[in-house]
């Protein structure tokens, strides 16, 4: 089992990425069977009734939120097997920044918010990291008049790395085409000027 405490261990220091973490975790049967494991008794918390692996597999690891959530599940899991390991404060700092900073009307995966938003440069001290973030939102998230009231999660189309620009959105009300009420919402490929639509429903 070194090797997948090897694994496990990279990627809570920050040392592999949740990509490759996520394609370990459903390529690698012997990390399953490890974080299967039914020896530890996990009565009185989250995983009580679950499993690590399932837990884990249930994650979303283009979203901060998941990534932390599996940061968390394996450095419990290293403390109840007596494991000492140092986690990474990366995830948890990415998360509070685009928590604090990401506007409610996107929910852009982990993979664009770091190669796109996120500054590259380390050495920025946290009020010009902040400026810089909401500076990208601002530059690469652009619409008419307002910004996308949803109904559901965020759902902003991002076309080969480019978000489209918003138009605007119908509401649908007691309209005998639609079982329920609720929107569409227009976006528009500035390339292509190719119009996208997005449906949601209360």
Known sequence: ???EIQILTQFIEGNLSPEEFEEQLFTNPILETFLSSSVINWKGTYLEGTTVFLYLAEQDYNSPTGILNAQGTIELFFKKSGIEVTPSNKYAEEYNLISMLSPKYIDADSEFIEKYILPS?????????????????????KFQSKPPKWIQNPQWPIQNGKPLFFLTQVDIKDCEFFHDNGSIYLFLNPETKV???IQQFY
């Open 1 to 3: 089992m070194a090797k």
């Open 121 to 141: 440069d380390k050495t920025l001290s946290k009020t010009e990291q902040k400026q810089l973030i909401k500076n990208r939102y601002s530059e690469l998230f």
């Open 195 to 197: 119009v996208e639509t």
